[in-house]
């Protein structure tokens, strides 16, 4: 009776409508997650324009990295009117609405913790909607699959990049305060520089973050599920993971919590994997100089003392006998170079 209600659930999820509210929930943190961002509030009043512009990539950066990847018109996804539309109204009341009414309502733990699962169910689509995109022209191609699935399900969400300031709660006298991050996502560098802003340090694939992971791990479920490699329907496996991402985003979002529930898993795989013996040796100290010939390398310890000695002999600079062979091997190294 149970796998019977679990399938009509299943059944229900997978013929829900994104459209509206779904999509508005996700507009509405993504332009949340911007508006968070160092700078983006003075960019806002300074040009709105380019804050608009990226807005429109925190909301459709996946669609448009998807197209890029296909051979696609990038400009497609916002050829949609009504859901530019609609985020474009979600854009202004963000950042300009009266009194700061609306963000400071989102901004409220029980409602963004609704829009954030609201936005992780449309997480699903996107990733099956990469996934199926690429099957319909490289049905034999599982990397091409993956690839695209992860790309429109993260892209910029910006991704949840702008950066994945993970869903963190600080706590002080004054009440709770919570801050959400977009997602690492894989345009975040592009949609900075629009902002005026150049950090090559944040790229996504450097430091991968939780929303940037639990996408990859969906378009390599939903690939395998469609190459059947994966004896599973889609619906049930729609219903499970969207389950795991929304169930993982609310726990997160309560306890203020960072670590990835995949960590335990990624370090067993890099200790197994990657962690092998260093085949290179350590740089020399700075105590010490290092002359290297043919593979061969030779040191010569310096005397740390930098004090001035008097002339008959205290702490001062090493004998004359003493420095002309030092010379002469400082000589020899830099020949040899």
């Known amino acids: 009776m149970e796998l019977l209600r679990l399938d009509e659930l299943s059944h229900g999820l997978a013929n829900l409508s994104m459209f509206p509210y779904f999509d508005v929930a996700h507009y509405v943190v993504s332009i949340m997650a911007l508006r968070e961002q160092p700078g983006a509030l003075e960019v806002s009043r300074v040009s709105p324009l380019a804050c608009w512009f990226s807005s429109m990539l925190f909301c459709f950066g996946g669609a448009v990295l998807s197209g890029i990847m296909l051979a696609e018109p990038p400009v497609a996804p916002l050829s949609n009117s009504t859901n530019i539309l609609l ?47 690429a099957h319909g022209k490289y049905k034999d191609s599982l990397l091409v699959m993956v690839a695209n699935g992860w ?14 300031a993970l869903h963190v709660l600080h706590m002080n006298a004054g009440g709770v305060f919570l801050l959400e991050g977009a997602g690492g996502g894989l345009l975040r560098n592009f949609e900075q520089l629009v902002r005026g802003v150049w950090k090559p340090e944040t790229n996504e694939l450097l430091k991968m973050s939780y929303p940037t992971k639990v996408t990859l791990m969906g378009a390599v479920l939903f690939a395998l599920q469609h190459t059947h490699y994966l004896p599973l329907k889609k619906r049930h496996l729609m219903l499970i993971y969207t389950v795991f991402t ?8 309560l306890t203020g919590s960072t670590s990835s529930p995949f960590a335990a898993i990624e370090s067993a795989v890099y200790k197994t994997l990657f962690a092998g013996h260093a085949p290179y040796r350590a740089l020399p100290s700075d105590g010490n100089k290092a002359c290297v010939d043919n593979g061969t390398t030779s040191t010569k310890e310096f005397s740390k003392n930098g004090a001035a000695g008097s002339p008959d002999g205290g702490e001062g600079g090493p004998p004359k006998e003493e420095a002309e ?10 020949k040899n170079d």
Request: one cysteine or more; glycine letters at 8%; aromatic letters at 10%.
């Open 87 to 133: 985020a474009s109204v979600t854009w202004y009341l963000v950042f300009y609405c009266p009194m700061d009414l609306v963000y400071c309502c989102a901004a409220m733990l029980p409602l963004r913790l609704l829009l954030s699962g609201m936005k992780e169910v449309t997480r699903t689509w996107k990733v099956l909607g990469g996934v199926a995109q």
């Open 325 to 334: 062979p030092e010379e002469a091997e400082t000589a020899s190294c830099k």
């Open 246 to 253: 929304v169930v993982n985003k609310s726990r997160m979002m």
């Open 151 to 164: 790309a429109k399900g993260q892209g910029l969400g910006v991704k949840e990049q702008g950066f994945f």
